[in-house]
């Protein structure tokens, strides 16, 4: 390799070491400057600790948010806390838009953050969009109720993820049999489709597991794909 080229790798390789880190500071720092900005306005002035300093306290709203959380957390763990929860709960499930995105909100976050929670606890692998063509997708709970009871077959509550945004997706209810469970971790799953695939977890399985396929298309699968949305719109 002559000299360009040794300049050329050292170069891609300074980006390579650099590029994580800075933008990943940069994440951090807008995160802390947008609340700040939006924090510490509300701070009195006798009680903010910028008005006796020169200089400014980055991540000051991100402290107060966090003790004010705690606090409020505090209040509402007791026997008043509870009551005065229930009494604006009652309030708002009076309001006829608010109610409905109130409690469709307050259902979602109490399942994400409840401890025995199994939601996006697990990565799997899902047929999709046809038999024989796989995407990763995300275990959010048992099918229950109505959707359930019209299926002959138990089912799971999929989130299929979509790269490189994995926020956007599609509710899936795949039958428990047709679920393949991943060794990665939600963390490494989510990584490999934010990069599209450029991100491959390692396997973590025993050596003789990772030599026998677990999935394997059939004739029949080729035969009968499953529907496709496009083919159906035509």
Request: no cysteine; glycine share 6%; charged share 20%.
């Amino acid at each position: 390799m002559g000299l360009m080229g040794r300049l050329r790798a050292y170069f891609f390789a300074g980006i390579l070491i650099t590029a994580p880190i800075s933008i990943t500071f940069y994440l951090a720092w807008l995160f802390i400057t947008f609340v700040d900005a939006r924090v510490t306005p509300w701070i009195p002035e006798k009680y903010n600790p910028t008005t006796y300093l020169p200089f400014g306290l980055p991540g000051l709203g991100v402290v107060v948010v966090v003790l004010a959380l705690t606090l409020i957390g505090m209040l509402t763990a007791g026997f008043f806390g509870r009551l005065l929860m229930r009494f604006y709960d009652g309030l708002l499930a009076r309001m006829p838009v608010v109610r409905n995105v109130y409690s469709a909100l307050k259902q979602i976050i109490e399942t994400v953050l409840a401890q025995q929670s199994t939601a996006f606890r697990q990565a799997v692998l899902v047929e999709y969009p046809r038999r024989g063509i796989w995407a990763i997708a995300f275990i959010t709970g048992r099918t229950e109720e109505e959707v359930q009871n019209l299926t002959e077959d138990e089912t799971i509550n999929i989130f299929l993820p979509t790269t490189p945004n994995p926020t956007s997706g599609f509710l899936l209810f795949v039958p428990k049999e047709d679920v393949v469970p991943l060794s990665m971790t939600v963390e490494e799953a989510i990584k490999m489709v934010i990069s599209a695939g450029i991100v491959t977890p390692e396997d973590h399985r025993p050596d003789n597991e990772k030599q026998v396929p677990v999935v394997v298309a059939s004739p029949e699968d080729e035969e009968h794909p499953l529907p496709h949305p496009d083919r159906e719109r035509a």
